[in-house]
């Protein structure tokens, strides 16, 4: 079911399927439904889950409103979890993952699972927010998602395939709502320490050490277990995920 939230200046999409408990998938960097990461892995989640997902604003069928900002983005995101009458577990993906974070002690859910969450203690001293910035202030968001994608370690091939692929100019247009995931990702500890919702980080076997180090960073500030899973390069096999969704709700507090 398709469906949209009046809110804040912009409505906010949101797309309703499958049964069972509610689970809120908050999508990565560019995510949205004209192209969400890990899509296979949601259609196996329906199967036993009523699986939310929604297109953040400026992504996908959401338009940008007022210039996106961190604090859109969380009043974004508790709106629509109250809206919904809470949930069962939000599933933060990438920087989604960061945004489920900073809005934590405001979300209504039993459980928060961190998917490989893209988080540091420190802001971007890279570079990288300057030159994002840059290339939209100059007319080029083609150079700021290549600057993106090539800064957080995207391999090349799938670059290459999203560039020769139909969402290409859908990532242009939502190239301005970069600035506001690099800015999420730094969580300072006075933001890990009031999160009292049980957290639990999931990562794949097979993404790399600097992906592993963020997702064990941020479990320590946060008190959570990390639970290891097959997968690839940033991403968990679909059947892992459900059945360590499953197991987590199964000993969680209603």
């Known amino acids: 079911m398709l469906a949209q939230l009046d809110w804040n200046g912009a409505p906010l999409w949101f797309d309703v399927s499958g049964t069972g408990q509610r689970l809120l998938w908050v999508d990565p960097a560019l995510g949205s439904s004209v192209m969400r990461p890990l899509g296979e892995a949601l259609d196996v989640l329906r199967e036993e889950f009523e699986v939310v997902t ?34 069962d577990v939000v599933v933060g993906f990438s920087s989604g993952g960061a945004l489920v974070v900073h809005a934590a002690p405001r ?105 592993a180090d963020m997702s064990v960073g941020i479990a320590r500030r946060l008190g959570a277990e990390v639970w290891p899973e097959p997968g690839g390069w940033h991403g968990v096999e679909a059947a892992a995920l459900a059945q360590r969704l499953r197991a987590l709700l199964a000993v969680s507090p209603s």
């Open 107 to 211: 979300l209504d859910a039993r459980v928060i699972v961190l998917l490989e969450p893209a988080i540091d203690d420190r802001p971007d001293s890279s570079g990288l927010r300057d030159r994002v910035a840059g290339h939209i202030r100059h007319g080029d968001p083609a150079a700021a998602v290549l600057d993106f994608y090539t800064s957080t370690g995207t391999p090349e091939e799938i670059v290459d395939a999203i560039k020769g692929s139909d969402v290409w100019p859908d990532l242009l247009r939502s190239a301005p709502t970069l600035l506001a995931d690099i800015d999420l990702s730094h969580v300072d500890d006075r933001t890990a320490a009031v999160v009292d919702t049980p957290v639990h980080v999931v990562v794949s076997a097979g993404s790399p050490s600097e992906i």
């Open 54 to 87: 929604y297109d953040r604003r400026g992504r996908g069928l959401s338009e940008p409103g007022p210039p996106t900002s961190v604090q859109q983005e969380i009043d974004d995101l508790v709106a629509l979890a109250a809206h919904l009458g809470g949930v």
